[in-house]
């Protein structure tokens, strides 16, 4: 007992010298980005993928003394099955380090980024975030009458008879976008029961309002109960752990012969064919994430 208060007492009278980062009465919060199209990712741009963020979360949770994590969240949306495998590690995380979670939106926590931001216990947006979203969208072109006008014969070959359905080079059947709109149902509804089951107690508008798909500004949010308050990580952060608070980036590691960061390429990683088919892959990527936050102005 006596080593004990002698080591506690010697702590004190430390602490005052010691860099902020390296004292025990200094609150610490880790922070995690999560910031893009989710399930885009190529080499060229990580988006947000259960792959490059897993690390990262486990290592913030992991932060010994940790007040709470953050999240800061500036994504369109994208992928549902990549944006509720984040989610779920997040909420497994938090209920195993007992520690809340609370998000930081951006530009946008749309669809996906929305959902993401519902794996937090608070949710603060800036005044001029876009929220919501919440809603399922399939997209894509149709390209039989522009072969048949270039004289090209479309061959596919086949073991199932659904196996080519909506095919963007064959007309469109009713069946096939009957099964496409029964899919989006399913998936609408589960991603409803995930926003009830954690905003449930704050909502504040009908369903028919709020999972329409429609996204507001985020003090119209706020009053939806879609957001909790309004303001921004450092200030929110000082205003509940004070002024001394550290927030630390978490990034994921690399190996010791990878990228020190998900989706970062180094000269001489690739060469050759892999270049040019990275670049190709890059620029679709690109378009389609391009048009993700065109549709919320940005």
């Not at 029964?182 to 999972?211: C, M, N, P, W, Y």
């Amino acid at each position: 007992m006596a080593n004990s208060s002698f080591l506690a007492d010697l702590r004190r009278r430390l602490d005052p010298l010691l860099p902020a980062k390296f004292r025990g009465d200094t609150p610490v919060v880790p922070v995690v980005r999560l910031s893009g199209a989710i399930g885009m990712a190529t080499p060229f741009r990580p988006g947000v993928t259960f792959a490059n963020t897993a690390k990262a979360l486990e290592r913030a949770f992991a932060v010994k003394g940790a007040k709470a994590v953050a999240l800061i969240i500036n994504s369109p949306g994208g992928a549902p099955a990549q944006s509720h495998l984040v989610y779920k590690r997040i909420r497994a995380l938090a209920e195993e380090k007992e520690l809340p979670v609370i998000a930081f939106v951006e530009d946008v926590a749309a669809s996906g980024g929305y959902m993401l931001a519902c794996a937090a216990d608070e949710i603060v947006a800036d005044v001029f975030s876009i929220v919501g979203s919440i809603g399922v969208v399939s997209a894509g072109f149709g390209f039989p009458r522009a072969l048949e006008k270039l004289g090209i014969d479309r061959r596919v070959y086949t073991a199932g008879e659904r196996k080519v359905m909506l095919d963007p080079f064959q007309p469109e059947k009713e069946e096939d976008i009957e099964r496409l709109k029964a899919l989006q149902q399913e998936i609408h509804a589960a991603f409803v029961d995930l926003v009830k089951q954690r905003r449930g107690d704050v909502l504040s508008a009908e369903d028919s309002t709020l999972f329409s798909g429609e996204f507001w500004a985020a003090p119209q949010a706020q009053g939806l109960g879609l957001v909790d308050s309004i303001g921004d990580m450092r200030s929110f952060l000082r205003a509940r752990y004070g002024d001394k608070v550290r927030t630390p980036l978490i990034e994921s590691r690399g190996g010791l012969f990878g990228r020190r960061s998900p989706g970062v390429m180094k000269l001489g990683d690739g060469f050759g064919g892999e270049v040019g088919a990275g670049a190709a892959e890059a620029l679709i990527s690109a378009a389609e994430e391009r048009a993700s936050w065109a549709r919320f102005g940005l």
